[in-house]
């Protein structure tokens, strides 16, 4: 079974910056695309950015130039940098991946169980 594990949230203070990771663990071929997303307290959970498994990314238009995601796919890793963090950042940051390669078959919308990150002003 393929499991996406979420590290690096806590609490930040406003200005620092933020470096998560997410690991996926299982009897792994390939991944194809990895976004990450996130939800603010109260409200939906909304997407942050993407990634190929070539590397092209893509940002949600109010994420550009804020986020920086990147992936290593001989880790089955993907990381999400943001710099200058804002109060506005905290959220649960959650890790997805649309479609998994496995041996046995093709695991597809696997969801990590998300990490914390707080930013206190």
């Known amino acids: 079974q393929v499991q996406l594990v979420e590290s690096g949230g806590g609490l930040v203070q406003a200005g620092g910056s933020l470096r998560l990771s997410c690991a996926a663990s299982?009897?792994?071929?390939?991944?194809?695309?990895m976004d990450w997303y996130r939800q603010a307290p109260g409200k939906q959970r909304e997407l942050v950015a993407t990634i190929t498994r070539g590397g092209r990314t893509n940002y949600a238009d109010s994420m550009r130039g804020q986020f920086t995601i990147s992936r290593d796919n001989a880790k089955n890793t993907v990381y999400l940098q943001k710099n200058s963090l804002r109060p506005e950042d905290t959220a649960v940051y959650y890790c997805h991946a649309d479609t998994v390669n496995t041996p046995w078959g093709i695991n597809r919308n696997i969801w990590g169980q998300g990490t914390l990150v707080t930013v206190s002003s």
């Open positions: 299982g009897s792994i071929v390939s991944i194809n695309g």
